[in-house]
């Protein structure tokens, strides 16, 4: 008995560690409460001012195109809230922080912190731990959920909105294999079928195999992936001075290539997750097409996005932890300036990637690397 005793003490002693709350206290559990707070808060308040806007802008297409009340409510604006809370997340940040850290300022609560013997570096771990948790969220937010929202809200779009939806291609040729080219006259995408298809193979650079077929068509309703029925096909197969010629009407094959390799829309980058996106890249490399930039920009800029909320919680806190006569309205202003310019330069770097070849991960990484200097330089003449 008294072994158990020893032995359930022990355990106690050891879960204390393991327990999160342990290594917090009540400063640390008092700013997280308010930055979270303040952070959703700001959230529901611009996003519900974007809404009436939206609303106000789009309601004569919503009419025109006779959108039903529940796809604009389930279909559009719930999906258009959880994206425009992700892309703007390092605004809601930064004004989180600004707006609540000049309250406790201007009510000498962060004096009376400092007065206490508290560091302004010990100030700053329940900030980052806030920024942590928001990091976190927006990552498997943005990397996973938003991106199928976001599928939901194109085809709203498409439908009830701009009605401009890309549903065809012409003279599409791709290399859906090492030495496997592949060739369409005219896709259909809504009926995934292709007219005037050609498939060569090489190998070491001479032609082993050229496949035609009048009509190929995507079966989406397979078991497996790439799963082709070609008709009124032939098959020429060249062995040395000697050519085998198979013909038919009808004939099933595996072809490494999906309709959405053949049709392209604009923002389709947008509704792939994470893993689907790095799959994606990786499979257009290996093709040697040139159509990767705007998917490598994504994916990079929604890891490095993350990091966002860390950098421009230092230099909020920095900024307003001052107490000052006139108020938190300069330095809102500037935290605002920042977060737009945050903002716009990775547009800008996105854009640069995209028209003119520059590494996506450096265009993604570029506002970080520069605002971490700007944090640092905040961060070394915050009040001690």
């Excluded at 790095?278 to 093709?287: A, D, F, G």
Aim: net charge positive.
């Amino acid at each position: 008995m008294k072994e158990l005793l020893r032995k359930i003490v022990h355990w106690l002693r050891w879960t204390k560690f393991l327990n999160p709350f342990h290594y917090t206290k009540r400063l640390d559990r008092y700013i997280v409460a308010k930055f979270i707070g303040t952070y959703i808060f700001s959230i529901i308040l611009i996003i519900s001012i974007s809404i009436v806007f939206d609303v106000n802008e789009n309601l004569h297409k919503f009419s025109t195109y006779n959108a039903p009340l529940k796809a604009i409510v389930f279909d559009y604006y719930a999906n258009f809230v959880p994206y425009f809370a992700s892309l703007f997340s390092p605004l809601f940040v930064f004004i989180a922080v600004i707006f609540f850290t000049s309250k406790l300022a201007g009510n000498s609560e962060i004096i009376a912190m400092l007065a206490a013997g508290v560091s302004f570096k010990r100030l700053l771990r329940p900030y980052m731990i806030s920024a942590a948790i928001i990091a976190v969220t927006n990552f498997y937010l943005g990397g996973w959920l938003i991106p199928k929202g976001n599928l939901v809200k194109m085809e709203f779009e498409s439908k009830y909105k701009n009605n401009k939806k890309i549903t065809s291609a012409s003279n599409v040729q791709l290399m859906v294999s090492p030495g496997v080219i592949a060739y369409i006259q005219q896709y259909d995408d809504q009926t995934h079928t292709g007219y005037g298809f050609s498939l060569d193979k090489f190998e070491n650079k001479k032609l082993v195999s050229h496949m035609t077929a009048s009509v190929i068509r995507y079966d989406s309703i397979s078991d497996s992936r790439y799963h082709w029925k070609a008709q009124s096909y032939k098959i020429r197969t060249l062995k040395g001075l000697r050519e085998e010629i198979q013909s038919g009407a009808v004939i099933d094959t595996l072809i490494q290539m999906e309709p959405m390799d053949l049709v392209y829309s604009d923002g389709q980058q947008e509704t792939l997750t994470l893993t689907d996106l790095r799959k994606y890249i990786s499979k257009q490399v290996e093709r040697g097409s040139v159509n990767v930039a705007q998917y490598e920009v994504e994916y990079h800029k929604r890891i490095a996005s993350s990091f966002a909320s860390f950098i421009l919680t230092i230099i909020g806190v920095s900024l307003s932890s001052r107490k000052r006569k006139d108020g938190m309205g300069l330095y809102l202003g500037i935290g605002l300036a920042l977060s737009f310019g945050y903002i716009l330069l990775q547009t800008i770097c996105a854009t640069f990637a995209i028209n003119a070849d520059t590494p996506a991960m450096l265009a993604a990484w570029i506002p970080n690397l520069l605002f971490i200097i700007i944090a640092y330089f905040c961060y070394r003449h915050a009040p001690n």
